[in-house]
Each structure stands twice: as C-alpha cells, then as structure tokens.
C-alpha cells in the first residue's frame, strides 16, 4: 500500500454487491460510493474549481494523454502538479491515456514496446512506452494514476481480446517496476472484453499488482448495458474486497445505481457535462432536453425537488433561451445540473447502504427512470 492511503468497507448490502466505504488519500477522505465529474485539460469543461467543491465532487479526473500533448507534463511539474495548475486541493485521479491513444489516433502502431501514435491536434509523431506513461502521470502528480493498458473497441474478435490481454499484461509489469512514488496510488486495469474467460485471467493477471486499488476498463465502450451489467456481475467475486474498485467511463444515472449494485466504488464520465453542451439534463425520471420547443414557456426549474444553483435561480425556459441563443451560460447551469444530480445520486447510494435500505432504493429509483424519453 503506498503512503498516506488507505481504504474501508464500512457496510456492504447483503442482497446485492454494493458497498459504503471510505478511501483515505493525501489530499482528503473519499467517501464511496462515487461519481467523479471528468475534467480533461485540467478543467471540468465550463466551471471554475469553486463550482465543481460547491456541487459536492470530491475527486476529478483528468486525462494523461491530452495533458501529455497540451500543456505538457513538464510544464505541469514546473508548475508544482496539476492540483496547483488549477487551484484544486482535493483529490485528482489520472487515466493512462491508452483508451484515447487508441480511440483518437488513427494512425498508430502497436507493438510489446508500447505505442506510436499521431497526434490529434498538430500530427506530431510521439510513442508512449509504459515507462514514459508512469513518468507522464507521476509529473502530473494525481493521487491516483492508472495503469497503460490496450482497451478493446466493441466487437473486437477474440483474438484481438486475447492480444489485448496480453499486452496489458506485460505493461502492467513494467509500470509496476517504473512506479516510483509513494505518494500516487497505481491501479492496475482489468480489460478482456465481453469475454469472461479473459476477464477472469486479467484480474489474476492484475492482482499481484493491486496494492491500493483496481480499474475496470473496456466496458461502456459500444456493448448493451445489459452485457456491461453481466460482466460486472462477473468480476464482482473475483476483485479484491478490501480494495476500491473503479469503473472507468461509465456515468449516466442508471448505469451509476447498476454500478454501485455490483460492487462498484468508483465511476467517471464526460457524459453529463457532454450532454449539457446539447442541451440535456439529467433528471430522476429520465434525460429531458431543455432545448425542445415544448420548454418555451415552462417556468418551472430543471427538477422540482432539486437543490443545484441551477435549479435553485432558473427555469427551463430561460436555460432553454440560452442554448438556443448559443450562450455559454446555458451549458453551464446544465452541467452544474447535471454533475449535481450524479454526485447527489452517489451519496444517495451511499445512505441508503448504510441505512440497509439500498435494494428498494434500486428498486425504486430504477422502476421511475424511463431510459428511451422524458416524461413530462
């Protein structure tokens, strides 16, 4: 266990996987269950720092490999880490950046040795070895850095499963040993698809490495839920109970309760800040898009038993007037919305667990969520 880290189970639900637990990092306790709004280029896309701790994250991620190309990992460490970049003094988790090598670069190359990739923005050539990975992300000074691993698309053979694994594996190895602070929490990352048999051997493949912590990857990338749902089911048993364990990418309100019902402590997502840009909120009852014309002259607020800065000062119609306008407010108070609703949600969980009444809050919350429109 690196310094300064430490995790606890507090409660766990008997009738499903979902767990209450606290994670103690440098920067401050966390308390799981956890929805971590995403902000890529050191910022979540639209607020201010202050913005972000009033609506309640007690973590944000950011993304290595476009930090990589854009400031620049040594320009971050000059600047005394990410945290002092962006004046947040809370917790920060770093992906790998694997997932976006291979997911907006084209043109790359992989090979044991890591991956050529171009870059999105200018073209530049650049390769990222699992040893410039760790240095990447050790610069960028998170409390919790990922693993480089090679993440499946949807649909991959299994073959391509198989290679993935493989190459994950022997990478895993090798940051391990290029892993040199104390002070940063290495997650090692399970993939191995929709195949059980892989994902059943990676995290074989990843425990020797899972001090502090496990990631989940390759899920929510094109599957059905359901298949996501499956796969977790899947791993729930064969995880470590006394570690957190992430899922990366996932982050919309029924996935979040799902999650956290098969053991999930963590998850992430650019969705809700995404979808505000469009126009979408995020509501108990299902997305509703502000921007329709039926919202014209709905004065109501985005969600009447909401408590967000949003919710509080506007209605539907006024944020409606500001998509439509293109005006930068408008995306705002949506994502304020919309990252409020998610880590209102986890916390939530989180009571409901500890009041041993989670599976009728699942029960409940789920049989009033319409997935396919909004009913209003």
Sequence with gaps: MAQNFSFEVVKECPDTGARAGILHTPHGDI???????????????????????EIGAQIILSNT??????????????????????????PILTDSGGFHVFSLSKLRKISDDGVEFRSHINGE?????????????????????????????????????????????????RCYKAHTTENQMLFPIVQGNVFKDLRTECVKDCLPYAKCGI???????????????DILEHLHPLLPKDQPRYLMGVGSPDCLVE????????MDCVLPTRIARNGT???????????????????????????????????????????????????????????????KL??????????????????????GYNLSKSRF
């Design 215 to 229: 990631a989940i990857g390759g899920l929510s990338v094109g599957e059905e839920k359901s298949v996501m749902y």
């Design 125 to 173: 050539k650049h390769f990222i070895t699992p040893e410039k990975d760790m240095e990447i992300q050790e610069a960028l000074g998170a409390d919790i850095i990922m693993a480089f691993d090679q993440c499946t698309e949807a649909g991959c053979s299994y073959q391509d499963a198989v290679e993935a694994r493989r190459k994950t594996k022997l990478w895993l190895e």
């Design 259 to 266: 999650g956290f019902a098969r053991g999930v402590d963590m």
């Design 281 to 343: 909120a995020f509501t108990k009852k299902g997305k509703l898009v502000v921007k329709n014309a039926k919202y014209k002259d709905d004065f109501r607020p985005i969600e009447d038993d909401c408590d967000c800065y949003a919710c509080k000062h506007f209605t539907r119609a006024y944020i409606r007037h500001l998509i439509n306008a293109d005006e930068m407010l408008g995306a705002q108070l949506l994502s304020i919305h919309n990252l409020h609703s998610l880590v």
């Design 346 to 367: 986890s916390q939530d969980c989180r009571q409901a667990i500890l009041d041993g009444t989670f599976k009728q809050f699942k029960e409940n919350y789920l049989a």
């Design 31 to 53: 308390l799981t269950p956890i929805f971590m709004p995403v902000g890529t280029q050191a910022t979540v896309k639209g607020l201010t720092p202050s913005q972000v701790n």
């Design 65 to 90: 490999y476009h930090l990589y190309l854009r400031p620049g990992h040594v320009l971050l460490k000059k600047a005394g880490g990410r945290n002092k970049f962006m004046h947040w003094d809370k």
